[in-house]
T-cell receptor
């Protein structure tokens, strides 16, 4: 499968614990995006990377959230001191570039987080 | 920042009818407008997209129109089939940056 992959697919944790999710983009895609989706809503942008550089962070991304893409390939999203309001589907997407058809974002299957 | 409004939130049609979903955006610098289909428990899948230098684009039963002056774009599905039933999201972005999504339209096609 050469699409975007995410691990784990499901995560249940207790409030206050830290969790980390991983995203592997499509090979050669230099842009990687993180979104959060709650039930009945559209995906909400969190942050994105061009190679290893984090270019933009949403105001939704509190200081408990941190994302990295250390070698410009896979990315991790960590949530510290989880809260029940963090329960959501965390989606990763990747794209080849910024224009001429390269800006199409392809989504992974998501990681569903439940905070008890 | 960008804001995308999508209507209607639910749409029920009979098989074979047409379906139209409309979106408006606020950022005049947005130049890329994709549409995604999401089935229950699945990832969003791109079905069609349009760029600001084009007014209309068609792919078989699916078409998208863009009015830059009015800042709105629409998805048209003709000859709907039960397998078209899903949630559809419009989005807008300055190409390559964050996609700002609408709240979605749940389309139900009954046979």
């Amino acid at each position: 499968d050469t699409g975007v992959s995410q691990n784990p697919r499901h995560k249940i944790t207790k409030r206050g614990q830290n969790v980390t999710f991983r995203c592997d983009p499509i090979s050669e895609h230099n842009r990687l995006y993180w979104y959060r989706q709650t039930l009945g809503q559209g995906p909400e942008f969190l942050t994105y990377f061009q190679n290893e550089a984090q270019l933009e962070k949403s105001r939704l991304l509190s200081d408990r959230f941190s994302a990295e893409r250390p070698k410009g390939s896979f990315s991790t999203l960590e949530i510290q001191r989880t809260e029940q309001g963090d329960s959501a589907m965390y989606l990763c997407a990747s794209s080849l570039g910024t224009s001429g058809g390269k800006e199409t974002q392809y989504f992974g299957p998501g990681t569903r987080l439940l905070v008890l | 920042g960008e804001n995308v409004e999508q209507h209607p939130s639910t749409l029920s049609v009979q098989e074979g009818d047409s379906a139209v979903i409309k979106c408006t955006y606020s950022d005049s610098a947005s130049n890329y407008f994709p549409w995604y289909k999401q089935e229950l428990g699945k990832r969003p899948q791109l079905i069609i997209d349009i760029r600001s230098n084009v007014g209309e684009k068609k792919d078989q039963r699916i078409a998208v129109t863009l009015n830059k002056t009015a800042k709105h774009f629409s998805l048209h599905i003709t000859e709907t089939q039960p397998e078209d039933s899903a949630v559809y999201f419009c989005a807008a972005s300055r190409g390559g940056t964050a996609l700002i999504f609408g709240k979605g339209t749940t389309l139900s096609v009954s046979s």
